[in-house]
């Protein structure tokens, strides 16, 4: 199976730039270089790459409606917020193979014909700040960006990785939503056309520019070609980040790339796509990972984040959890998503510490059912159904916290 | 630590700073990280120096400040603890690695030690799901956490 995220990354030097060059790199971009920028552009619609940044949007098409704005400057932007819980893959290509970013930036900043790229990269990733600094600096040196690429620190406020609210941020500003349309490919960045892509869909440019989008679609599955990065997390033997063709099933990653549950334990429930994805029962797993397959076993791929459950874990504990984190990071514009997730957070608090009320399940699906498909961003939608997904597989684990706490229920 | 900047004497480094971006305004952010290693933290004063410095109300640095938690930390010890609490950091234990903190150094989330050694903060995800419970101490990631190894860590920090 050909890996090339990470293929390199057993070896220590792989973030150098000559490790790199001997590994073939930067070859794409000199083939990219020497096309059209429409060809260039052509390739990757072929190739039927996806954005790996959560929704699955189709780069190529992505990119035609930027090149078809006739407005200059346009900017490309590479989203490294990466603050989706559950979530490390971008921190391994920022940290251990940096190159393969910088020159899919590349390609993308001569097929776009755009003017200079960010990386905006969260702040609390200090370490991949230095390893990408020095590659950009090393790219510098070697003669391979002609345009000025810039990172820009984020500041711990995970909405910015929204991405208009990433622009308001690059701008200088708080970092909330706007209203779309206009989409950031017609207006974006101080209203130039603006392509913005997560860390792992750059990443993949080199390896389609290289090989051909025919080679690519070899990959993975039909309606999602190309490998995915799995970052698995939570009660199995080997946690860490897996490189795996689009489609690999849930069952796989968990039992075969990550060790199987911990200490021999029962699985108890898995959310497939970072915090934001709906939780799956034990029965779901053979769920492929890709855009399409996921979301028809009602959840979503998201991030392609694994969080792995064991029996004996508390739900309702993690649930509350999930809910806090959303209320923590709701940037306060709209009023669903403002109230609605404190409200949340507070219920599942109150059933976590055994004083839940009678009723208050019902409460809660009423709650959630307001907040849902009434907030300006996907932040709100994404708390809303977290807490409706975790009642709907779990309920009677709820029903049964209600008036008493984890300790009786022989859960942690 | 090189002194702090006076209310005379303006914010050095910004000029390479806006350079980067097509307006000044956006330069905000890198200056408000720039401002607060010189100043230590982003006092008043420091904000005062950033909206000088790139010739912004007052108002808008504060609205920017605020946003963000980084931003937003007020005055801290030497050393900033921000362990991660969220959801596969807590099912491996990151509760009973802050329920160590306080019987050994009196650290509550929010809190700084007497000593004005540390401080610490709960935080979202910091992308080290696999090695939870994860912490950063200021700069440095330190994961694998448990009782016994978080007070180890932070002994190496003065
Ligand atoms: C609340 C929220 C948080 C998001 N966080 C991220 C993120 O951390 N990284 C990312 O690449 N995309 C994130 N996205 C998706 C971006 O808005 C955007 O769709 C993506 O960066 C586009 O890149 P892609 O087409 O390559 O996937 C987030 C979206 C929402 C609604
Ligand atoms: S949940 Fe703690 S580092 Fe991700």
Redesign the interface.
């Known amino acids: 199976m050909i890996k090339y995220l990470l293929g390199n990354i057993d070896n220590p030097n792989a973030a150098e730039i000559e490790e790199y060059e001997k590994a073939g790199g930067y070859r794409a971009l000199t083939k990219a270089l020497s096309m059209e920028p429409e060809d260039v552009i052509g390739e990757v619609r072929k190739s039927g790459l996806r954005g790996r940044g959560g929704a699955g949007f189709p780069t190529g098409m992505k990119w035609m409606f930027a090149a078809n704005d006739p407005k200059f400057?346009k900017y490309v932007i590479c989203n490294a917020d990466?603050?989706?819980?559950?979530?490390?893959k971008?921190?391994h290509i920022l940290e251990k193979n940096p190159h393969v970013l910088i020159e899919g930036m590349a390609i993308a900043v001569h097929a776009l014909k755009a003017e200079r790229g960010y990386i905006y990269l969260?702040?609390?990733?200090?370490?991949a700040e230095k390893s990408l600094q020095k590659a950009i600096n090393d790219a510098y040196r070697k003669g391979y960006l002609g345009f000025?690429l810039?990172i820009?620190?984020?500041?711990?406020?995970?909405i910015c990785g929204e991405e208009t609210a990433l622009i308001e941020?690059?701008?200088?500003?708080?970092?909330q939503p706007r209203l779309k349309p206009p989409f950031p490919v017609n207006a974006g960045?101080?209203g130039g056309p603006t392509v913005i892509n997560n860390v792992e869909t750059l990443a993949n440019l080199p390896f389609i520019m290289a090989s051909g989008a025919d080679s690519y679609l070899k990959i993975g599955s039909p309606e999602c070609p190309g490998n995915k990065l799995f970052?698995?997390?939570?009660?199995v033997e080997r946690?860490?980040?897996f490189e795996l063709p689009m489609g690999t099933t849930l069952r796989e990653i968990i039992y075969e790339h990550a060790g199987g549950i911990k200490n021999g334990r029962a699985l108890k429930a898995v959310i497939p796509g970072g915090?934001s994805a709906p939780v799956l029962p034990p029965d779901k797993i053979d769920c492929p990972m890709d855009f399409v397959s996921v979301q028809k076993y009602g959840s979503m791929l998201g991030s392609g984040?694994v969080?792995v459950?064991a029996e004996g874990?508390c739900l309702v504990?993690?649930a509350w959890?999930?809910l806090k984190?959303f209320e923590?990071?709701s940037?306060g514009k709209c009023t669903p998503c403002r109230e609605g997730t404190g409200w949340l957070r507070s219920i599942l608090e109150r059933i976590e510490n055994g004083q839940g009320r009678e009723g208050d399940i019902e409460l809660m699906e009423d709650v959630a059912g307001n907040i849902a498909g009434n907030t300006f961003c996907p932040l709100g939608d994404g708390a809303a159904s977290v807490a409706l997904n975790f009642i709907r597989h779990f309920r009677s684990e709820f029903e049964d916290h209600i008036g008493t706490d984890c300790r009786k229920m022989a859960v942690l | 630590m090189s002194p702090a900047p006076s209310a005379e004497k303006p914010l050095a480094g910004l000029e390479e700073i806006k350079k980067n971006y097509p307006a000044s305004s956006a330069a905000l952010m890198p200056a408000l990280y720039e401002a607060r290693r010189q100043f230590g933290w982003l006092s008043p004063e420091a904000l005062s120096a950033v909206a000088d410095a790139l010739n912004l109300p007052k108002a808008a640095v504060r609205s920017t400040a605020s946003f963000y938690g980084m931003f937003n930390q007020g005055k801290t010890g030497r050393h900033l603890v921000r362990i991660c609490t969220n959801v596969a950091c807590m099912v491996l234990g990151a509760g009973s690695v802050l329920e160590k903190l306080e019987a050994r150094y009196g650290l509550t989330p929010g809190g700084t030690s007497r000593d004005g050694r540390f401080s610490l903060a709960v935080t979202e995800c910091i992308g080290a799901c696999d090695k939870g419970p994860a912490m950063l101490v200021d700069d440095d990631m330190h994961t694998d956490l448990t009782g016994e190894r978080i007070t180890e860590v932070l002994e190496r920090y003065e």
């Open positions: 400057p990466e603050g989706e819980p559950g979530t490390f971008d921190r969260r702040g609390e990733y200090p370490e000025p810039h820009h620190r984020g500041a711990g406020a995970y941020s690059l701008e200088g500003k708080r970092g960045f101080f970052p698995v997390s939570g009660h946690p860490g980040v915090i984040a969080m459950f874990t504990k993690v959890r999930a984190f923590h990071e940037c």
